[in-house]
């Protein structure tokens, strides 16, 4: 089957034609007219159908360069010029969604099939010539063999290329990206994105110099630390890099060489024990996993730092004590902890310029006797701040509630008289009747100047709603009961305290917290 015969294949499945126009309106492939300021020299043009003159080829083939995959090839289908430019289509981005396989059939062996098929007509049929982005996604095809792949492959990775997308879905057999593809000096001077998922990468040290990679991301692939620390030794171009449960990597070691590098972004890898930066201008460090030793080098550069530790009692407790010294420049900090059981201590440095903190708590199973109060503590060490959001994951019933407490409830005793001058806009979503949460609230009152708008929202976050279900987060029937306790100790404790200049807004739950 030829090129023609497939893609009339993939046109015969209830697709619609593609349509182009200069001005917006429709009309078929086949009747694409010239403009008038076109008109005159028609020696250049691509093809005569009857009366009508088609376009001339190059910008025919920055229409066809636009389109997605499918409507690429059914172009392909109705018009010789987009035949030609078909050839060295520049992106080339195959999955099962963008071949029309139907993935909903439960012969599995039948969409590899297929798969394989179209895969392999389309490369056949391509000159390998002018490809500029390459994507494949495997899924739901898994164990394909390597082999396959890596034809796919030596036909799409050619001089010019400048993205290239590869996951390759497995249950069985991991997929061994081929470096050789890459030794290429024609190559490595023109990859600007590399993006590989769910495959090994051992070459990755040989490969050579990369002059041009700036993106570089693997997810769920097989690499040491050390084979990374070549690749990354060769690359110094590199300036947004990100790492997702790379399971072989203990030490990420990154060299100074990396001047460029403004984004690290760290997710899951299990077995990492240490990150070593030496890169100096370093903004942005996003990480998400267990507990490890963190060294940014001197990080002054270091703007915004999100830090997700889960499954550690003390990830407050950390960042308070570790974060102003690894980077004394901060203005965003987001922390989410799901098992924090060590009260925030007292900051002994000091969040110079730190104007956005956002400290979520993730998890149902939050200890009650963390005393929310200490986060005070954060405020305390940031002067400059002008946005504070505490999150609590779900409101549950508070043993400690001040609505329950028998004794009454008393001045808070984390009041102290150092105020802040900043801080505007503070948010609490899953506002509850915890003693210490009241506290907390009426020290941020009192100890703020220039609080404009104070929020407490006793759902699970109103500004998180599911808008596209019109839906809120579910709350359960006791985060319900909460709820209502959260705005009994709002009006007998708090609501008096505010200053007239402050909105407060107090959040209930709706018909739409419940599904």
Not at 108 to 122: A, N, P, Q, T
Not at 350 to 371: A, G, N
Not at 488 to 493: K, L, N, P, S, T
Request: a neutral charge; glycine letters at 4%; charged letters at 20%.
């Amino acid at each position: 089957m030829g090129i023609l015969e497939q893609m009339k294949a993939l046109s015969a499945e209830g697709q619609p034609q593609v349509q182009i126009t200069r001005d917006g309106s429709n009309c078929s492939a086949s009747q694409i007219m010239v403009s008038p300021s076109l008109e005159g020299d028609i020696s250049h043009c691509v093809e005569t159908m009857g009366s009508q003159v088609q376009l001339p080829e190059d910008i025919l083939h920055q229409i066809h360069a636009l389109m997605p995959l499918r409507d690429a090839a059914q172009a392909a289908c109705v018009s010789r010029g987009f035949l030609r430019s078909w050839r060295c289509f520049p992106n080339l981005i195959i999955s099962v969604g963008s071949l029309g396989i139907n993935e909903n059939t439960s012969n599995d062996d039948e969409i590899k099939r297929d798969f394989i098929c179209r895969v392999d007509h389309i490369m056949q049929n391509h000159s390998s010539m002018g490809v500029k982005r390459f994507v494949m996604e495997t899924y739901p095809c898994s164990n394909l063999q390597p082999s396959y792949v890596d034809r796919w492959l030596q036909c799409a990775i050619t001089p010019g290329i400048k993205e290239i997308y590869l996951s390759v879905f497995s249950c069985g057999i991991k997929y061994n990206f081929p470096g050789l593809l890459l030794f290429s000096r024609e190559i490595r001077s023109s990859i600007q994105t590399f993006v590989l998922g769910d495959c090994s990468f051992h070459c990755a040290a040989q490969v050579g110099y990369m002059s041009s990679l700036t993106n570089l991301e693997l997810h769920s692939v097989h690499i040491t630390g050390e084979e990374l620390y070549g690749f990354l030794s060769n690359s110094c171009a590199v300036e947004q890099l990100r790492l997702t449960n790379c399971n072989d990597i203990i030490c990420l070691k990154i060299p100074c060489l990396l001047q460029k590098l403004d984004i690290l972004h760290l997710v899951g890898c299990s077995k990492l024990e240490m990150i070593d930066s030496n890169a100096p201008n370093l903004s942005t460090f996003f990480f998400a996993g267990r507990p490890i030793h963190i060294l940014l080098g001197e990080a002054l550069q270091v703007r915004k730092i999100s830090f997700f530790r889960d499954f550690s009692p003390d990830a407050l407790y950390y960042a308070s004590t570790k974060f102003p010294f690894i980077a004394p420049n901060l203005q965003t900090l987001v922390l989410s902890t799901s098992d924090e059981t060590v009260n925030t201590p007292k900051v002994f440095g000091k969040f110079i310029q730190l104007k956005y903190l956002e400290i979520v708590v993730s998890t149902l199973k939050f200890s009650q006797d963390y005393d929310l109060c200490s986060l005070i503590s954060f405020l305390d060490a940031s002067p400059a701040l002008e946005s504070l959001i505490v999150r609590i994951a779900q409101p549950t019933i508070r043993r400690d509630s001040v609505i329950e407490d028998s004794n009454g409830y008393s001045r808070p005793q984390c009041l102290q008289e150092q105020c802040h001058d900043n801080l505007k806009n503070v948010m609490i979503t899953g506002f509850c009747s915890a003693k210490s949460m009241i506290e907390l609230t009426i020290c941020i009152i009192e100890k703020t100047k220039a609080l404009a708008c104070l929020t407490l929202d006793t759902t699970r976050g109103y500004d998180r709603r599911l808008v596209k279900f019109d839906k809120c987060l579910q709350l359960g029937k006791e985060a319900l009961v909460e709820a209502k306790r959260a705005r009994v100790a709002i009006q007998r404790y708090i609501e008096g305290r505010v200053p007239p200049a402050v909105n407060l807004k107090v959040i209930e739950p709706c018909s739409k917290c419940i599904w």
